[in-house]
């Protein structure tokens, strides 16, 4: 019985060992991507580079401003939102106008 025991728990060691050798890992953009192509979709390294970025210290002034104006706010987004999707269908000459 100890010899099963001792069988069972070297099986079941060796099938987590293996389970976590071959475990998902994330690959970092600079495994995917050149660093042409990196810039050019504005991936800068402080994404998961060497962690030297630092917040802008007006970031929470600007936040509140932001928030104060009214966010998002946009009259012309607004008007869309209310109104009739077929009506600015028609408008804008049908399917394949719009």
């Known amino acids: 019985m100890i010899l099963t025991y001792i069988i069972v728990s070297a ?6 060992k293996r389970a976590k050798a071959h475990q998902f890992r994330p690959k970092s953009y600079k495994e995917l991507f050149t660093p042409e192509e990196a ?9 998961d580079g060497p962690g030297d970025w630092k917040p802008d210290p ?17 009259p012309a987004l607004d008007a869309i939102q209310d109104g009739d999707y077929h009506d600015l269908l028609e408008q804008n000459g049908g ?3 719009f």
Do not use: C, S
Not at 11 to 16: N, P, S
């Open 95 to 97: 399917e394949e106008g």
């Open 39 to 47: 810039k050019r979709m504005g991936l800068d390294p402080h994404i």
């Open 58 to 74: 007006n970031a929470a002034k600007r936040t509140k401003e932001f928030i104060e104006k009214g966010g998002n706010a946009d």
């Open 11 to 16: 099986i079941t060691d060796a099938q987590e």
